[in-house]
């Protein structure tokens, strides 16, 4: 999470385009990863207790949304790098 927003940080005082664009796509949608780290972590420990299992819903939830929020501030204060980035061909 530091990482992201320290990258995120260092964007928005960058006049570069293409630097712009790559937190954008680091700060993309992480709803399917957070379940599959959920799953894993579940399924490699069938026993583990409710309370710790509630522990990892809650911490991937919170990571989640954190990201999601980032990522929206981003959309919002480079809006010329989020077209840039709509438009470049995928690949």
Do not use: C, K, Y
Request: proline fraction near 5%.
């Amino acid at each position: 999470m530091h990482a992201l927003l320290g990258v995120l940080v260092d964007a928005m005082a960058s006049e570069d385009s293409p630097e712009q664009q790559m937190v954008l796509s680091m700060l993309g949608h992480r709803a399917e990863l957070m379940e599959r780290t959920r799953r894993r972590v579940l399924q490699e420990n069938p026993d583990l207790p409710a309370e710790a299992q509630e522990a990892l819903f809650a911490t991937t939830m919170l990571f989640g949304r954190i990201v999601w929020l980032a990522r929206l501030s981003a959309l919002l204060l480079l809006p010329q790098a989020a077209i840039e980035l709509q438009s470049a061909p995928a690949g």
